[in-house]
């Protein structure tokens, strides 16, 4: 199976910081039709987990833009560009490009 | 809007099967692909598989052959059944809507049903 790694696993930011989430991918991500199936969800504290980003770099209906993906093959990050407290909560990256589908161990985001 | 909502039993005793139905609804399950996750205490998180919109299915192999998903069009609703369960069967079951556009990925999800499996 496709382990997917997270760093870090904790992250302490303050309202108005910029932050950024490692996914590492123990394998290549590329799928033979030329698409990288990396996503990006966030699980708000009692919530259930919510799309952010699709396919590497594609912005979910909705979701505000100071998020966004970046990454090819097996290195993605999402990034925050100025935490806002609604953004609190565990990030989680996951694959569907091989089977069978594996997320990563989550990262947690959390105020300083 | 597409809603998806889990429901029974909170409490399997081990050995037994592990039944959940998802009903959607706001979208039809005759479109689309339909999965089930589940989060284990502490944050990991596994894809146990989906249905298609044709009814054909896909597992994950860790669940070997004790994971069934199926569906019942008529009802708008899927279900997952996991039989001979033991303690470590025990977390947060969603199920959710696989969007197949420009990727694969969850867009809707459900609230999330608790599963406990202790005699």
């Known amino acids: 199976d496709v382990v997917l790694t997270q760093t870090p696993p904790t992250l302490s930011a303050t309202i108005g910081q910029s932050v950024s989430i490692s996914c590492r991918s123990s394998?290549?991500?590329?799928?033979?039709?030329?698409?990288?199936?990396l996503n990006w969800l966030l699980q708000r504290p009692g919530q259930s987990p919510q799309l952010l980003i699709y396919s590497v770099s594609n912005l979910e209906s909705g979701v505000p833009n100071r998020f966004s993906g970046s990454g090819s093959e097996t290195d993605f990050t999402l990034k925050i560009s100025g935490v806002e407290a609604e953004d609190l909560g565990v990030y989680y990256c996951m694959q569907a490009t091989h089977a069978p589908w594996t997320f990563g161990g989550g990262t947690k985001l959390e105020l300083k | 809007e597409v809603q998806l909502q889990e429901s029974g039993p909170g409490l399997v005793k081990p050995s037994q099967s592990l039944s959940l139905t998802c009903s959607v609804t706001?979208?039809?399950?005759?479109?689309?692909?339909w999965g089930w996750i589940r989060k284990f205490p502490g944050n990991k998180m596994e894809w146990m598989g989906y249905i298609s919109y044709s009814g054909s299915t896909s597992y994950n192999p860790s669940l070997k052959s004790r994971i069934s998903i199926t569906r019942d069009t008529s009802k708008n609703q899927f279900f997952l059944q996991l039989n001979s369960v033991t303690t470590e069967d025990t977390a947060t079951y969603y199920c959710?809507?696989?969007?197949?556009?420009?990727?694969?990925?969850?867009?809707?999800w459900g609230p999330g049903t608790m599963v406990t499996v202790s005699s």
């Open positions: 959710a809507r696989v969007r197949r556009v420009w990727g694969w990925y969850f867009d809707f």
């Open positions: 706001g979208y039809s399950i005759t479109s689309n692909y």
């Open positions: 394998q290549s991500l590329l799928d033979s039709d030329g698409d990288t199936y």
